[in-house]
Every structure is written in C-alpha cells, then in structure tokens.
C-alpha cells in the first residue's frame, strides 16, 4: 500500500517509519504551521530532510500556512495542552495530509503524532476516521506509543543524534513549557 505519513519531527518518525515500512510503500510528509517560531520550525524541517534522505525515505515538504493556522485556533488560546485547540491543529494537518494523499495517488494517509505520550490517540485516529469520510482517502488508524514507541523513538533519536525538542511546537505548548 503507498501510505503517506504526515510527519510532526524526525524523533516521532523514527520508529513510526520502522513500523510502517515492513508493510508499505512510505512517503514522508512535513505540513506543521503550528511549529513556533519560524527558527523552531526551520530546524525540525531540516532535521527530518537530514533524517529521511539518511533512511532513503522519499519526503515532501509542505507550506509554512502559519495565518491560517492561526486563524482556526484564534478564541483557543487559553485551552489546555489536549483540548480543544490541539484537535483543531491534528484536524486542519490530517485534511492537507489527506487531500495531497488523494492528489498524489496514495492509498492511504496516517501520521506520527499518536507516538507522543501527551497526545491522545484516540482523538487522533477519530480526527483522521473524519478526515477519511470528507476526503475519501483511507486513515491508517494507529497508536504507535504502544508497544513502547515513544521509547524506541527516544532510543532510534540518539543513535541518530537527533535534537529532541521540548515542547510540542505551538506557541502555547512553548509558553507553558517556559512558564515551568
């Protein structure tokens, strides 16, 4: 099957593109507008470029459509890490995933997110089963933390010599970060 996996950072895919190739055809996928600020977003981009051209991973990079991010989650600044806000942002990446999908001729979209031990899966794989039904592209349901993803991914990240970030990559996620 061609899957096209969107990618948030190149730690998350490390053990996601693992898994993923032992039964697909993979193409990366990097559309983040919510990474802050652009010098964040820069680095994780050049990281992943740097990380898929080592694995041979075919890779397409998307636009930095920061307004329009903006825009959907202006009036959720004050939601939590998880709630509201985070859903319209894996709702607004898995719809450009999905229709470059259809447009490109994949069999189907999934994505990285769901190895992070602070993102939900459960509304991610919800998020994407919507997104399937809108764009007529199969979702790859998956919760790659199991099976002790999100470790493996920690491990795979330093034999790379990967820079992990410590914030999930909105400008909320950074201040409350810092405000710790």
């Known amino acids: 099957m061609r899957l096209l996996l969107h990618i948030c950072c190149a730690p998350c895919s490390t053990e996601t593109i693992t898994r993923l190739l ?93 190895i992070s031990p602070h993102k939900n899966s459960a509304v991610i794989n919800a998020v994407g089963a919507g997104v399937e039904r809108e764009k007529g592209v199969l979702f790859l349901a998956e919760d790659f933390k199991k099976q002790e993803g999100f470790k493996k991914s920690v491990e795979r990240s330093r034999r790379h010599g990967l820079r992990r970030q410590s914030y999930c990559g909105c400008v909320y996620s950074k201040k409350k970060r810092e405000s710790k």
């Open 22 to 114: 032992s039964e697909h055809e993979v193409t990366g996928f990097f559309y983040n507008p919510n990474i802050h600020p652009r010098e964040e977003y820069d680095l994780r981009r050049l990281e992943l470029e740097k990380y898929a051209d080592e694995q041979d991973l075919p890779l397409i990079v998307s636009d930095y459509d920061v307004e329009r991010w903006t825009g959907l989650t202006r009036g959720l600044e004050a939601e939590p890490e998880g709630g509201r806000r985070c859903t319209v942002c894996f709702q607004m990446r898995l719809e450009k995933t999905a229709q470059t999908a259809a447009e490109l001729g994949f069999d189907a979209f999934t994505t990285t997110l769901s």
